[in-house]
């Protein structure tokens, strides 16, 4: 098995776990591409990760070498064409974490932005100890909607019962015993927002400009599932408009080559990013919420285990 994209905290489980498995793993930490798809040769089985794209030429070199299965480190496949991949004779599988990675850091998001902890952070950090001009909010008081109610949309809901709030929900198949109402119901009603869906053609800017001007006035975006399910520029707008009160933003549109890179001493070209993280009442992130000793865990272990399925005939994808 070849393992391409591989950082030194993967590298070392993978170096771990593999051997109890009886998996030997060749590891890089490499993006796949055609030029390196040769360090898969003699391997039928390969794990990628998400924070790169994959191109349709390296999956078609990899098919070349012999790849017949691809296992993504992550849930979502926005990163690949898995119907290219298909189309070369490559099955492509994902791979479950720990939900509770995402959802315990999707509640910590939502109550840093209804108590301003960014500004209180900020303003403590300068010693500067008053207190903010704008008060916070318990989520007892609030309505919290979930779009999207798999398995962390589902344990988000879990951890709001604690707090009391009332909480909607708006999935296409509803899986849970919360109170599924349309989704721009939805919208009109909570004073938090947070998304939980995959990314697909049909969700991208999923909130578009007109539904996020149908949202309710000061009420907070939260985000820690893919950057293109919100159109950026509208967001900006109705931050700055104040028709919105903040967001809490994990991912974000343009990402790539930006998060997960040291970009101290290099320009950033999205001026949206760069006006989003100057306003007071928004929170970024670098894609960071899946990201705990546990789900790290889940996810080299579970990308073994469909490795080892799919040689079995047993294909997960």
Same mark, same amino acid.
Do not use: W
């Given at each position: 098995? #070849?393992?391409?994209?591989?950082?030194r905290d993967e590298a070392a489980l993978f170096r771990k776990v593999a051997p109890h498995f009886g998996v030997v793993p060749t *590891?890089?930490?490499?993006?796949?591409?055609?030029?390196?798809?040769?360090?898969?040769?003699?391997?039928?089985?390969?794990?990628?990760?998400?924070?790169?794209?994959?191109?349709?030429? !390296?999956?078609?070199?990899?098919? /070349?070498?012999?790849?017949?299965?691809?296992?993504?480190?992550?849930?979502?496949?926005?990163?690949?064409?898995?119907?290219?991949?298909?189309?070369?004779?490559?099955?492509?599988? &994902?791979? =479950?974490?720990?939900?509770?990675? $995402?959802?315990?850091?999707?509640?910590?998001?939502?109550?840093?932005?209804?108590?301003?902890?960014? =500004?209180?952070?900020?303003?403590?950090?300068?010693?500067?100890?008053?207190?903010?001009?704008?008060?916070?909010?318990?989520?007892?008081?609030?309505?919290?909607?979930?779009?999207?109610?798999?398995?962390?949309?589902? %344990?988000?809901?879990?951890?709001?019962?604690?707090?009391?709030?009332?909480?909607l929900a708006h999935d296409d198949r509803p899986q849970t015993s919360a109170d599924y109402v349309p989704l721009d119901d939805l919208?009109?009603?909570?004073?938090?927002?947070?998304?939980?869906?995959?990314?697909?053609?049909?969700?991208?800017?999923?909130?578009?400009?007109?539904?996020?001007?149908?949202?309710?006035?000061?009420?907070? *975006?939260?985000?820690?599932?893919?950057?293109?399910? *919100?159109?950026?520029?509208?967001?900006?707008?109705?931050?700055?408009?104040?028709?919105?009160?903040?967001? !809490?933003?994990?991912?974000?549109?343009?990402?790539?080559? $930006?998060?997960? %890179?040291?970009?101290?001493?290099?320009?950033?070209?999205?001026?949206?990013?760069?006006?989003? /993280?100057?306003?007071?009442?928004?929170?970024? #992130?670098?894609?960071?919420?899946y990201y705990t000793d546990h789900a790290l865990r889940d996810t080299v272990e579970n990308g073994l285990l469909n490795c080892l399925?799919?040689?079995?005939? &047993? /294909?997960?994808?």
């Amino acid at each position: 098995m #070849t393992v391409y994209g591989c950082g030194r905290d993967e590298a070392a489980l993978f170096r771990k776990v593999a051997p109890h498995f009886g998996v030997v793993p060749t *590891i890089t930490d490499e993006v796949v591409s055609e030029a390196n798809a040769g360090l898969a040769s003699g391997n039928r089985c390969v794990s990628v990760g998400h924070k790169s794209r994959i191109s349709n030429a !390296a999956l078609r070199a990899l098919s /070349q070498v012999g790849v017949a299965y691809l296992s993504t480190r992550s849930i979502g496949f926005n990163h690949l064409d898995v119907d290219y991949a298909n189309s070369v004779g490559i099955t492509v599988g &994902n791979v =479950s974490y720990s939900p509770d990675s $995402v959802a315990d850091y999707t509640l910590m998001l939502m109550l840093m932005a209804i108590r301003g902890a960014k =500004s209180t952070i900020c303003r403590a950090e300068a010693h500067d100890y008053r207190l903010n001009e704008v008060r916070g909010k318990e989520l007892r008081d609030l309505v919290v909607g979930v779009v999207g109610t798999g398995r962390i949309g589902a %344990a988000v809901i879990d951890r709001l019962r604690g707090f009391g709030c009332q909480t909607l929900a708006h999935d296409d198949r509803p899986q849970t015993s919360a109170d599924y109402v349309p989704l721009d119901d939805l919208l009109v009603q909570s004073d938090i927002v947070t998304l939980h869906v995959p990314l697909t053609t049909a969700t991208h800017h999923l909130l578009n400009r007109e539904r996020i001007e149908r949202m309710k006035l000061g009420s907070f *975006i939260v985000n820690t599932a893919r950057g293109p399910l *919100i159109d950026t520029e509208a967001l900006v707008d109705a931050l700055e408009s104040g028709h919105l009160g903040g967001a !809490a933003l994990d991912v974000l549109e343009g990402e790539e080559g $930006v998060f997960y %890179a040291d970009r101290r001493e290099k320009p950033i070209d999205s001026k949206l990013l760069l006006r989003l /993280q100057e306003m007071p009442n928004v929170i970024i #992130t670098p894609h960071t919420a899946y990201y705990t000793d546990h789900a790290l865990r889940d996810t080299v272990e579970n990308g073994l285990l469909n490795c080892l399925e799919f040689e079995s005939g &047993n /294909q997960h994808g």
